[in-house]
Structures are given as structure tokens and as C-alpha cells.
């Protein structure tokens, strides 16, 4: 799930558009145990978004999904491979949003537009799993850039500042742009600072102005 990144402006920027790794697809399944996992990781979802990944048990996800608690520890095991993979699902929709979803998210506007509107949906995607988040970086720090998901959106930013900034250093460019979006910073701004999600979107466009 390696990728190399692109160079700055070079001409082969579009076609790697669609040759990005994507977070690992989920195992082919029959349609009753596709629907019963949704309903468990809808669940798990509801519980984190409600109380954080604390108040997570087997038995509270298989009350609220309606699954039976057997069939909630045969598939995922314990609460931790549970969460991870509730971030695993949600990484995945966040992926297919802004590589193939409708504009200006995904493909179809301009470089410009697509930088905006990726930050923004990356402070809700951030903000919504911000706990669980948090927990696996204080775990691993260093580990997030190391992820695949971190090189998708890595080489994804990059070709599109190299789109809108030719013979920038947008490899370079990327990483400070995704910095910001660290699990502690964000935690940082929105639990001990309580500034909004719209206050930091806002403030994430005006920073990258300052110099427009």
C-alpha cells in the first residue's frame, strides 16, 4: 500500500489521480453478513459519536445493532479490532468521497476548490473520530505517516498543489498542509480550546491566504 510521490507539476500528476492506494477493501461476503457488519459498525459509530470509544462494549453494540453479541465477538473479536476497524470503514468512505465522490470534493473542480473543500472535510473527519483517533497516535506517534491512509491523502494534496502551484515543492507542501490535522493538534483545538469546526475551517482557508 506504497506509493511514490508524484513531482511538483510534473505531467504525469493526472493519470496517478487514479492510481491511488486505497485503504484495504474489505473481504467479498454473502449480502445477510454485509448488511449484519453495517449494522454493527453503524452502531459502534452511534456509541463513539455519544459517549467516546470508552463506553464501547460488545454487548452495548450488539443491544444497538440488534446482532447477536456471538455474532458481534465472531466478527470482530474485542472492542479494539471493533474500533479499528470502525476507523478502517470510516477512512474508506472519506477516501472514495474525495477520489471519485461528487465535486468540489472529488474530481470535476478546480485545484483550488477540491484544497478547500478536501480540509474541510478532512476537520470533520478528524472531529468525528477525534478519540479513537487520538488514542492509536498516543500509542504510535509516528505511525500515522506511515499509514496508508496517510500517503493516499499525502499524494493526493500534492497533485493538486501541483495543479495549482506548477514547480512548487508540493511533496513538501502536502505534509505541512496535513499537519495541522494530527490527532493531538486537533484534539488540542477542539477539546481543551473548544473552537468549532466551522471556526477551524476558517481559519485553515485564511492561513493559506496570508500570502495570496
Known sequence: MSTENPQAGSAAAAPLLGLLPTVGAPTPERADAARNRRKIL???ARIVAEDGPDAVTMNQ???ASGIGVGTVYR??????QLLWALLDDRERQFQEAYMSGPPPLGPGAPAADRIDAFLDALVDRVGEQREILLAAHSAAPRARYHSGAYRVMHTHVALLIGRLRPGSDSTLLAHLLLAPFSPDV?????AEQELSADRLKAGVR???RLRA
Open 61 to 63: 453494540v450488539a443491544h
Open 42 to 44: 453503524d452502531a459502534a
Open 186 to 190: 486537533m484534539h488540542h483545538l477542539t
Open 75 to 80: 466478527r470482530f473479536g474485542d472492542v479494539s
Open 206 to 208: 485564511e492561513l493559506l
